[in-house]
């Protein structure tokens, strides 16, 4: 009897420090273990759910190893004497029944509720930007622009030698409405820790759809995340995160009929994409010819 409540006293501190660390808020800390941290409100979100089941099954797994080695020890080969065979143990096996059960149904009620704030969509999101991916670039529209040529929203599109831009404003409800044009893309901005398909078809752009607050200013890489065809690997964009002033500043020049580039330089930022670069398309093709012959 002894032993089973100290079998019992181990699996609950176990249980315990689980459940306990699964809640924590482990953002910024030494604990994320290389992790990182996001620049939005909802990567916040993710990296503690992340990070803290990480530091659950690290707690569960050192409960384990501590349990095989105290039997492994206690138990040992001491002679040919054969030990006491116990056929069943009803409370140990009651306890390594429930034990698990209430560890994954901590796991899914945070994970279910990460997931819920992550996709929820705001009733009048601050700013609204259209994605479109194509085979194998991307164009960003500022639907509620008018740019000063014939009247349609201002657009950035990418092309083999340019790198897109998608300018957003940091401390807004950002809502990035994404179709495609041809097969499955993936858009992903690995600072945001969150990545969407973009699926086409039948109401392409309108489950699309997901909502970020950006909380720092800077110049992130942005990638498609889905195998969609031979040059999938030069489908490479930037998010370019400004204050707000800025941000306006740089809607108004595009509207006035400023470039993409000239209207980045106007707002002191540069015109061309810093955080990655196109792919030699060109030595591509030749090497490709190359290998034909």
Known sequence: MARRSKLAKVAGLGLLGALTLSGCDVTGSWLSWGWPEGITDEAARMHS???????????IGIAVWALIAYAAIRYR???????RQTAYNLPLEIVYTIVPFIIIAVLF???????NR??????????????NAFKWNWQFVYPDTTDANGGEPVSTVGSSTEIPVLVVPTDQTIRFELASADVIH??????????????????????NVFEVTVREEGAFVGRCAELCGT?????????????????????????????TYDALESIGQPGNATSTRPLDLAREQSSAAASDD
Do not use: C
């Open 118 to 131: 992550v996709m929820q969509r705001s009733a009048d999101p601050d700013v609204t930007i259209a994605v």
């Open 109 to 115: 009620f945070f994970t279910v509720s990460t997931q």
């Open 231 to 259: 040059y999938h690997a030069y489908m490479n964009f930037e998010v370019r995160s400004v204050n707000q002033a800025d941000y306006q500043a740089y809607l108004a020049a595009r509207e006035d009929g400023l470039s």
């Open 77 to 83: 080969k001491r002679g040919d004497e054969v030990p």
């Open 49 to 59: 759910l992340w990070i803290g089941s990480t530091i659950a099954a690290l707690v």
């Open 186 to 207: 993936s858009f992903w901005v690995p600072e945001f820790l969150f990545k969407l398909d973009v699926i086409p078809g039948n109401e392409n752009g309108r489950d």
